[in-house]
């Protein structure tokens, strides 16, 4: 991911989002097509089994999931940055004109 530039590859970075394992959980979950009450013993299992036949496959795949999070993490920052900018400060002469609205609608 450094290739990317999504951090620098000197730095030491952890990774903390309590969202990433509920992205991966959900991807994976539709990847190998689990799904019922008891989908995380099996997922579980499809896991220790891919892992297990090709282990550089699942690692792959798990880098492509972890990449694709952290692109759709980093488009929705940006775009709350985005908004935030353009809502700018608050208006303090909003009641005024809501007001002089109505009273020039009534003459």
């Known amino acids: 991911m ?8 000197f730095e030491r970075f952890d990774i903390r989002d309590e969202r990433l394992e509920e992205f991966l959980e959900e991807e994976l979950r539709r990847r190998f097509g689990v799904i019922g009450a ?15 036949n090709d282990p550089y496959s ?7 999931l972890v990449k694709k999070y952290v692109k759709l993490a980093t488009q929705i920052r940006y775009a709350k940055r985005i908004k935030k900018t353009q ?4 208006d303090r002469f909003s009641e005024l004109r809501k007001r002089y609205r109505l009273l020039n609608q009534h003459h």
């Open 87 to 90: 809502e700018g400060p608050p």
């Open 38 to 52: 008891n989908g995380c013993q099996h997922l579980r299992e499809q896991l220790e089994e891919a892992r297990k």
């Open 58 to 64: 699942f690692e792959f795949l798990i880098k492509e």
């Open 2 to 9: 450094h290739e990317e530039h999504y951090f620098h590859p």
